[in-house]
């Protein structure tokens, strides 16, 4: 038996946030859609192995920040971007970037499920079908069997990896898609309101997975849960009117923030 | 601080504020009242004192359970916790206040009657009157929220517990004299300390009050000067 309690091993790895290296750096990042500015000159940065939820009121600005980290509003028209984001040195708007690859680096999960409408297996072959990580049937077998493991879905589905992955549960719809995500080892999981359209039995399972990720990838998780930030995240960020507000650990976040705005929006008082 | 989106939120927090002012009022009606029954040797008004602490420990029991109910229901975060929290601990150190109150007026019994000299009556009355203070000026501390006067409260024990050191040895003093002192003298001992340990409480809300207001405990230790627990050891 290990002294250390893994409570007091979860409070020591908390404590030491504070020297947890950034994987991700924005630097004043502004972001316009046509004439309308989003963001206003935004410092947030993503430590490594850490889950960051971004909340705040709808329209402040989580979301298309989220979606800078991988480039996501590119698919935008008239959708601008300034400022700089670096995903460990490489600054990911340079031109010499491929975007695909970033993608593949810093995958996403959307708020409603949204798998290939293809056999299960096909939805998590697939990232490394095209990315070209996996060549034989046995090493294509490998990878979609551990991605299952790593999204907790394994188990539920084994015996019908060749049935259409439309055809399950929206919980598990959603770890299907996370499992896609993860099948082509991505170094960040951005996940925009994952569990908004899930029952809070899929909610709870899809919280253990991204506490299980966080030991392997770095998540940044936009939510309008105030208590899923509070139970899945160690960093909080608030975002309020395209600026942001407050970073500052979770715990102190939901017990003492520092900003006003922020404390009025946790609490649900008028602001 | 502004109000909840819903309404119904905030009520649920001002009852909390209600029923801790009214188990304020009741807790120092009560240490007044044992004091006055104790140096009077009014056994009814001990009769009353007594009976009074279940009209407390039934304030304790509700404020708890809304607290309860509150924190399953809406989910407090931040400064709403801390209130609801504070409202637990403030409720039970009250209770605390009222049963040490209840003790002294149990012993009425024993100590009326007794001759008990006015001097020494007169030292517990003056030890009663500043913790009944102290009391007083927390419970309206509560409903200021002032973290600089909760922290002013904090510092004031110190005055209790000098106090109750000199009685603690003027009570000595009369047990080495007389051994016929020695039951009402115990007796009064006990009611002295339960009088300190009601300071003490008042301290014990005043760093609540402070935590609530702030989200931080309140820095250094707090000041003692409550030599009793040495006093009487034979020095080398």
């Known amino acids: ?271 | 601080m502004s109000m909840h989106i819903m309404s119904a939120y905030d009520e649920e927090l001002k009852y909390l504020t209600r029923r801790i002012s009214e188990m304020g009022g009741l807790a120092e009606q009560m240490v007044g009242e044992s004091v006055r029954a104790l140096v009077n040797s009014d056994l009814a008004l001990a009769q009353k004192v007594i009976s009074d602490d279940t009209i407390l420990d039934e304030a304790e029991r509700q404020i708890g359970e809304k607290a309860i109910i509150t924190i399953a229901k809406r989910q407090p975060v931040a400064a709403d916790l801390r209130e609801i929290m504070g409202s637990i601990r403030i409720a039970s150190d009250l209770e605390r206040v009222g049963d040490l109150g209840k003790n002294n007026a149990k012993r009425v019994i024993a100590v009326a009657g007794s001759g008990i000299p006015r001097k020494l009556a007169r030292g517990l009355e003056h030890l009663a009157e500043l913790a009944l203070v102290q009391l007083k000026e927390v419970l309206d501390v509560y409903a200021s929220r002032s973290p600089e006067k909760a922290n002013s409260i904090r510092e004031r024990d110190e005055e209790i517990d000098a106090i109750y050191t000199s009685l603690f040895r003027e009570l000595l003093t009369y047990m080495m004299e007389d051994p016929r002192n020695i039951t009402p003298c115990t007796h009064l001992l006990f009611c002295a300390k339960n009088i300190e340990r009601i300071g003490d409480h008042a301290t014990n809300i005043a760093e609540t009050i402070y935590y609530m207001a702030t989200g931080a405990q309140p820095e250094g230790e707090r000041p003692k000067d409550d030599n009793t627990s040495t006093l009487g050891a034979v020095k080398d």
């Open chain 1, 1 to 271: 038996m290990n002294i250390m309690s893994e409570a007091a091993v979860e409070k020591a790895l908390d404590q030491k946030m504070n020297t947890v290296p950034y994987k991700m750096i924005g630097k004043d990042v502004s972001v316009y859609y046509g004439e309308k500015r989003a963001l206003f000159d935004v410092n947030l940065n993503i430590r490594e192995n850490t889950v960051t939820a971004l909340i705040g009121p709808s329209g402040c600005g989580k979301s298309t920040f989220l979606r800078t980290l991988n480039r996501m509003n590119d698919t935008i028209e008239n959708c601008r971007v300034t400022g700089k984001i670096t995903l460990d040195e490489d600054d990911i708007y340079d031109p010499a970037i491929d975007v695909v690859e970033l993608r593949a680096r810093v995958g996403m999960v959307f708020q409603k499920p949204n798998p290939f409408p293809k056999s299960i297996f096909d939805n998590v072959a697939y990232g490394p079908r095209i990315h070209g990580l996996a060549r034989t049937k046995a090493e294509f077998d490998e990878v979609v069997e551990t991605s299952l493991h790593k999204a907790g879905l394994w188990n539920e589905v084994k015996d019908r990896l060749h049935e259409p992955g439309t055809g399950l549960s929206g919980g598990q719809q959603q770890r299907l898609c996370i499992a896609r995500a993860v099948a082509v080892s991505p170094e960040v999981i951005l996940m925009d309101e994952p569990c908004s359209a899930l029952d809070p039995i899929a909610t709870a399972k899809v919280e253990e997975l991204i506490h299980e990720l966080r030991t392997n990838f770095t998540i940044v998780i936009v939510t309008h849960s105030m208590q899923q930030a509070a139970r899945v995240s160690q960093r909080t960020a608030m975002f309020h009117l395209g600026n942001l507000v407050e970073e500052n650990d979770t715990d102190k976040m939901f017990t003492n923030p520092d900003d006003q705005r922020t404390q009025d929006y946790i609490m649900g008082r008028f602001g």
